[in-house]
C-alpha cells in the first residue's frame, strides 16, 4: 500500500490516521518536539523542527501524498514538499494563515466579515475603535486558536489603556449573533465538493464547548448562502480535502468568522453520526479515492468536548448507551486543553 504523511501531532491527525489505517495506508507524521498525540497511531514519526530541510526531504521521500493537521505548518514547510505530493495546496495555509489575508479573499470572493481594521499600535485601535464603536474584539493576526490572542474591548477608554501587543494585530466589531455554526466540505482533485449538515457551534470562553445537529432554524436558513461562499473559497483554492468555515447567524445573513484549511473540532461528531466522517472524507481526498456519503445517520447528535482534568472520570459517561467517548491520550491535562470528546447519537426518529 501507499503511504500517507501527516504534517503535526495533535488530535486531528490522530484521527486522520485513524482512518488512513482503516483504508490501508501506512502513516508517517512530521512535528516539532512536543506533547505528540499522533504517533501512537502512526506506524513511524519524524520527530524534527519545521525548518529541517534535511528532515523535511527524507520525510517527503518516504511518503506518496502529504497532508496536514494544524492550521500553523509554516508555508515555507508545506512547499519544501514536492507541489505534486502535497494536498491542499499551501496557498491555502498562507491564505488562512493571517486574519487580514483571509478577511480580503473573503470580501473578494463576496463574503462579509465583521466590520475589521487593521491595528499595528495604540493609535491605530483607538481610530478602529471609534470608526466601528465598542464591544469589539482585538485579535493578533497570527497564531491565535481557543480564543487565544484575543482581547475584548467594552470601549474606547479600555483601548487607551489597553497595552498592544508587539505584533499585527486586527480589531473587529462585536457581532451581536443569534447563534454560531460551521460549514465543512470536502473537495476532490477532480473539484467535486460534498458538505455536512452544519451544526450550532456553543462556545464558552472563546473554546468550542458543544456542536449540536440539528442545528435549529436560526442557522438552517443560512446554510445554503453559507456553502455558496464556502464551495467559491475552496474552488478558488483549488482545494482537495476537508475545508471549514466559521459563520455568525444575524439578522443580515452569515457574517464570516474564520476558515480553518483542515478537520475541524466541529465535525468530530461525523464520525459516529454520519455516514463517512471527516477524517475518512479527508483522507479519500487526499489520497484520489472517490468520496464517501456526507449524509447525517443519526435523527440527534451532540459532541461535547472534554477540557482539562475534566477527562478523569470521562469513562463513566459510557453508561449512557448512546454516549462515544474519544480519548486523545494526551499527558498533560491544563486548564482549558482539549484532552478529549465525547458524542451523543440520538437514533430516535419519533416516528
Ligand atoms: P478557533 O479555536 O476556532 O480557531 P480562534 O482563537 O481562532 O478560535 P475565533 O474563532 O476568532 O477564535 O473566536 C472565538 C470565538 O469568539 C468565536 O467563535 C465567537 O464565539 C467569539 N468571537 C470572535 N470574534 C467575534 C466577533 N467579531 N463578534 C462576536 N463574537 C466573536
Ligand atoms: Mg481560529
Ligand atoms: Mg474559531
Known amino acids: 500500500g501507499s503511504t500517507i504523511g501527516i504534517l503535526g501531532g495533535g488530535q486531528l491527525g490522530r ?18 518536539e512536543g506533547d505528540n498525540v499522533m504517533s501512537a497511531v502512526c506506524d513511524g514519526f519524524v520527530t524534527a523542527e519545521w525548518d529541517d530541510e534535511a528532515a523535511l526531504a527524507g520525510f517527503a521521500a518516504q511518503c506518496d501524498v502529504v497532508t496536514w493537521e494544524f492550521e500553523n505548518v509554516p508555508v515555507t514547510t508545506a512547499r519544501a514538499i514536492p507541489a505534486e505530493k502535497i494536498f491542499p495546496d499551501p496557498i491555502a495555509l498562507e491564505t488562512a494563515q493571517d486574519r487580514l489575508t483571509e478577511k480580503r479573499f473573503i470580501e473578494g470572493l463576496g463574503g462579509k466579515p465583521a466590520a475589521y481594521d487593521k491595528v499595528d499600535s495604540t493609535n491605530d485601535l483607538i481610530t478602529a475603535v471609534d470608526r466601528y464603536g465598542a464591544p469589539g474584539i482585538l485579535k493578533t493576526r497570527r497564531d491565535g486558536y481557543d480564543g487565544k490572542g484575543q482581547w475584548r474591548i467594552m470601549s474606547v477608554r479600555e483601548a487607551q489603556a489597553l497595552r498592544v501587543p508587539d505584533v499585527p494585530c486586527v480589531y473587529e466589531g462585536f457581532v451581536e449573533f443569534d447563534a454560531e455554526f460551521s460549514v465543512i466540505l470536502v473537495r ?8 455536512w449538515d452544519s451544526t450550532r457551534n456553543i462556545h464558552e470562553s472563546g473554546i468550542l464547548a458543544a456542536s449540536r445537529y440539528p442545528a435549529g432554524a436560526e442557522i438552517e436558513h443560512h446554510v ?5 461562499l464556502a464551495r467559491k473559497v475552496a474552488d478558488a483554492l483549488k482545494y482537495v480535502g476537508v475545508l471549514t468555515l466559521e459563520f455568525f447567524a444575524t439578522h443580515e445573513g452569515p457574517v464570516f468568522n474564520e476558515m480553518a484549511p483542515r478537520v475541524h473540532n466541529s465535525g468530530h461528531w461525523t464520525i459516529e453520526g454520519a455516514a463517512t466522517s471527516q477524517f475518512e472524507n479527508h483522507i479519500r481526498a487526499v489520497a484520489g479515492l472517490p468520496l464517501g456519503d456526507t449524509r447525517t445517520t443519526a435523527a440527534a447528535v451532540e459532541m461535547r468536548n472534554i477540557l482539562g482534568s475534566e477527562i478523569d472520570g470521562a469513562a463513566a459517561k459510557l453508561s449512557d448507551s448512546r454516549v462515544h467517548l474519544h480519548d486523545y491520550g494526551k499527558a498533560e491535562a491544563s486548564e482549558g486543553r482539549k484532552m478529549g470528546h465525547i458524542t451523543q447519537i440520538s437514533r430516535d426518529t419519533r416516528a
Request: proline share 3%; charged share 20%; glycine share 10%.
Open 188 to 195: 476532490t482533485q477532480d473539484g467535486e465538493i460534498r458538505f
Open 224 to 228: 445554503a448562502h453559507a456553502r455558496e
Open 15 to 32: 484521527m486522520m490516521a485513524m482512518s488512513a489505517a482503516q483504508l490501508g495506508y501506512r502513516c508517517i507524521g512530521y512535528a516539532p
